[in-house]
């Protein structure tokens, strides 16, 4: 069974870091594209960061590039998001999503929720003072 779970989010204030886990069980990482969204109250579901498992080539939406970084550890089957100088209007529940190899052999096809076949449950991160 493929289960994702993500750990790490809190409280924390504007300009503060936060790091994120995405644990994976069930299956091995390898070969997968891996996400991480967040939603906020009454927003769309919007994609940050992707890592492509099998060379560790990573993407990013315009709006964390130099703040966030992505990075995988193969041998904990596990993905991260460090965040940086997070901003208030970040606060959201943040999820994980894996694209599996079947549909994306050449790693990350980009930050659309819709290819993601398999979901966290969420972490949520406040950013407030």
């Known amino acids: 069974q493929v289960q994702l779970v993500e750990s790490g989010g809190g409280l924390v204030q504007p300009g503060g870091s936060l790091r994120l886990s995405c644990a994976a069980s069930?299956?091995?990482?390898?070969?997968?594209?891996i996400g991480w969204f967040r939603q906020a109250p009454g927003k769309e579901r919007e994609g940050v960061a992707c890592?492509?498992?099998?060379?560790?080539?990573?993407f990013y939406t315009d709006s964390v590039k130099g703040r966030f970084t992505i990075s995988r550890d193969s041998a904990k089957n596990t993905v991260y998001l460090q965040m940086n100088s997070l901003k208030p209007e970040e606060a959201a529940v943040y999820y994980c999503?894996?694209?599996?190899?079947?549909?994306?052999?050449?790693?990350?096809?980009?930050?659309?929720?819709?290819?993601?076949?398999?979901w966290g449950q969420g972490t949520q991160v406040t950013v407030s003072s």
């Open positions: 999503a894996a694209d599996p190899p079947e549909r994306s052999p050449w790693g990350c096809r980009g930050l659309a929720p819709d290819y993601f076949a398999s």
């Open positions: 069930g299956f091995t990482l390898d070969y997968y594209a």
């Open positions: 890592i492509s498992f099998s060379d560790g080539s990573t």
